[in-house]
């Protein structure tokens, strides 16, 4: 079974990586340089698909830091320092991002006649961000299914109902080196801890009795 994965270097996508290789899957990962200002997480994609022996591709979308606005990922607004609300939302979405990325990878699915494609999407990312959606993903999927006739791409969310919490149970149980992956959206030497992703992150392994890796006691 061959799938392609976006892989972004953060906790969802690294353990949808570990779950994918251990029901039987052989992954292809994409992660995509869109200008963002947490670069780091592309390293952490590197590191983990290294450690993985699985295919990185490295996507170069880097003009899309000049197209998509003055999102705090991209570097225009300054990084809210609060838990996700209405408007902490707004400054961090980058306009169809995932659209974006899943059109780009069901096109490498299909030149590499790989029959599925999977993105973390999440029940807590569903609240703020629009392409993270159930409703999305199931409009999406046949869409993708008509854009790549000749070798069907299908397209998957498992994550689509789960929180982080959940996500974070279930990387815990596959052993995940969650130090090797990043989320803090100011990108710095060490998670910020007061950035909406930071919060979301650390509640997230508080709800399972742990603690986040990159969190010094
Ligand atoms: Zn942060």
Redesign the pocket.
Known sequence: MKAVLILSGGVDSTTLLYKMLDNGYEVDALTFNYAQRHKKEIDCAREVAARLHVTHVIIDLCCLGLLLGDSALLGGKD?PSCHYTEEAARKTIVPNRNMIMLAVAAGYAEAHEIPEIFYAAHKNDATIYPDCRAEFVEALRPAIRLATAWHPVELQAPFVDLTKAEIVKMGLELKVPYELTWS???GEEK?????P??IEREEAFLINGSRDPLIEP
């Open positions: 990084v803090c959206y100011k998670p910020c801890r007061s950035c992703t930071c």
